[in-house]
């Protein structure tokens, strides 16, 4: 059961583009919401992350926008440079303290020149 | 200095094989975990240990055995490896749960 559903699989963009990575979550009971990016034979790193109490979050070129009503968050980047590619997560936990993240199935972003 | 290190990095083996992949944290961080990443990039928590208490066992195989010597150290170990077992495993930690998580770089897995 996928709890975090991500669109698209894959992304194409030229520099300067704004990618808009989408996801919806069915659990009303998830309140932290993180972006992770992964490169090429790295591991995940936070990129930035939201709760519930808040509609938007800034950090640099990186925007996560909050719906909390529709369930769904995004991630913007703005100005996208060829070295934002990579493949970013979206990710959902629930207010436990011993709860677990869920991720989302990825994004591949690839921005050209 | 590495926050979150892994060995081995790469790991070949045969079907059947016991193999043991070796992770440690030099964050002071409480709680540690163990992923898998298939071939899809799917991203998937295995195990979570806080001060070397398991307090996450997703439903893997019971093959798959982590241990914990000491809160800085969490080991997992593959008995009977299967062809299905292929994949990255990723380590992290974290201050505590709900924390941002701090990945390893990865141990990328192939059964043969």
């Known amino acids: 059961q996928q709890q975090v559903k991500q669109s698209p699989q894959s992304l194409i963009v030229q520099k300067g583009g704004i990618p808009i990575i989408n996801c919806a979550y069915e659990?009303?009971?998830?309140?932290?919401f993180p972006w992770y990016q992964q490169f090429p034979g790295k591991g995940p790193a936070l990129l930035i992350a939201?709760?519930?109490?808040?509609s938007e979050k800034k950090e640099g070129r990186f925007t996560i926008s909050f719906n909390k009503s529709a369930k769904q968050f995004s991630l913007h980047i703005m100005d996208s440079q060829p070295g934002d590619s990579a493949t970013y997560f979206c990710?959902?936990?629930?207010?436990?303290?011993?709860?677990?993240?869920?991720f989302g199935t990825g994004t591949r972003l690839q921005v050209f020149p | 200095d590495t926050a979150v290190s892994q060995t081995p990095k790469y790991l070949v083996t045969q079907m059947g094989n016991d193999k043991s992949i070796k992770c440690e944290q030099n964050?002071?961080?409480?709680?540690m975990y163990w992923y898998k990443q298939d071939s899809k990039k799917f991203l998937k928590i295995m195990f979570s240990?806080?001060?070397?208490?398991?307090?996450i066992n997703e439903t893997v195989p019971n093959r798959f055995s982590p241990k914990s010597p000491d809160k800085a150290h969490l080991n997992l170990h593959i008995n009977s490896l299967e062809l299905g077992d292929s994949a990255v495993y990723f380590c992290a930690s974290s201050p505590g749960t709900r924390a941002q998580e701090y990945f390893g770089p990865g141990t990328r897995l192939t059964v043969t």
């Open positions: 939201i709760r519930p109490d808040v």
């Open positions: 659990n009303t009971a998830f309140d932290y």
């Open positions: 990710a959902a936990s629930k207010a436990y303290n011993t709860d677990k993240l869920i």
């Open positions: 964050l002071g961080h409480d709680t």
């Open positions: 240990y806080n001060n070397k208490e398991l307090i």
